[in-house]
C-alpha cells in the first residue's frame, strides 16, 4: 500500500476547466450567431459531469494515507457511494446528440458562410465536444478511484469497482434518458426511483440498451487506464 497518495492533478483539473470554457465559448458564439438559446442544457449536463470528478478528488484527499482513521474511511465510503449515483452523469452526455437527429437550423444571420448547412455541421462538433469532454472527465474520474482502491485495498477489488460503475453508468443513462430520472432523485422521490430501477431490471430493452453502453464505457475506459498507468 501507498503511505502518500499518487502525484497530483492540478494541471489535468486546469486542462478540463479550459476545455470545459471552450464548450461555454462555443454555447456563446452560437447563441450570439442565431439569436437562440437552444442547447445551453449542455451546460448544464456538463456540469454534472464535474461532480464525480470533484468527488473522486474528494475521495482521494481523505484515502492517504493507508493508515487514514476509521472517520475518514468511513467518508471516503460515504464519497464514493456519491460517486456512484452521480457518475452516470458523465456518460449520459453522449445521448444528447440525440436532439441533432430530425431537427431543424436556422440562423438569423444572413452570411453567405453560416448556412443551414454550415450550422448542422457546427452542432455536430459542438455536440461532439460536449459528449467527448463529459465522458471523458467521467473517465478520469474512475481511473482516480481505481488506483485508490487498487492501492488501498486489492487490484481485483478496483477492477470490480470499474466493471459495476461501467454498469451503473449504462443503467443510469437509461433511467435518464428514457425514464427521465436524474440522480438526486434517490434523495427527492427515493420510492418512486427505486421502485422505477428494479421495474426496469426485468425491461429487455432496457436491458439491452444499458449493456451495450456499459461495454461502451468499460472500453474508453480500458484505452484512458492504460495510457494513464504507461504514462506514470
Known amino acids: 500500500m501507498n503511505a502518500q497518495p499518487p502525484r497530483g492533478y492540478r494541471p489535468l483539473t486546469r486542462t478540463l476547466l479550459i476545455a470545459s470554457a471552450g464548450c461555454l465559448l462555443m454555447i456563446a458564439l452560437r447563441w450570439l450567431l442565431t439569436g437562440s438559446p437552444r442547447f445551453v442544457f449542455l451546460l448544464w449536463n456538463l456540469f454534472l459531469a464535474w461532480i464525480p470528478y470533484l468527488l473522486c478528488l474528494l475521495i482521494r484527499r481523505v484515502s492517504y494515507p493507508s493508515s487514514a482513521s476509521a472517520r475518514r474511511r468511513l467518508a471516503a465510503v460515504v464519497l464514493g457511494a456519491g460517486w456512484l449515483l452521480f457518475y452516470p452523469n458523465a456518460p449520459y452526455i453522449l445521448t444528447d446528440v440525440i436532439h441533432l437527429i430530425g431537427s431543424s437550423t436556422r440562423s438569423r444571420t444572413e452570411h453567405p458562410l453560416f448556412t443551414g448547412n454550415a450550422l448542422l455541421w457546427y452542432d455536430i462538433i ?45 443503467y443510469g443513462i437509461y433511467l435518464g434518458r428514457f425514464e427521465r430520472l436524474n440522480s438526486w432523485d434517490i434523495l427527492r422521490v427515493p420510492v418512486v426511483a427505486l421502485r422505477t430501477g428494479l421495474v426496469n431490471l426485468f425491461n429487455l430493452k432496457a436491458v439491452l440498451f444499458s449493456l451495450c453502453f456499459a461495454f461502451f464505457i468499460f472500453l474508453t475506459y ?11
Do not use: M, P, T
Open 126 to 170: 459542438l455536440h461532439a465536444s460536449f459528449a467527448f469532454i463529459g465522458h471523458f472527465i467521467g473517465l478520469i474520474s474512475l481511473v482516480v478511484l481505481h488506483r485508490i482502491i487498487r492501492d488501498q485495498y486489492r487490484r481485483d477489488l478496483a477492477w470490480g469497482v470499474v466493471v459495476l460503475a461501467s454498469g451503473l453508468g449504462g
Open 222 to 232: 480500458l484505452i484512458v487506464y492504460s495510457f494513464h498507468e504507461s504514462a506514470r
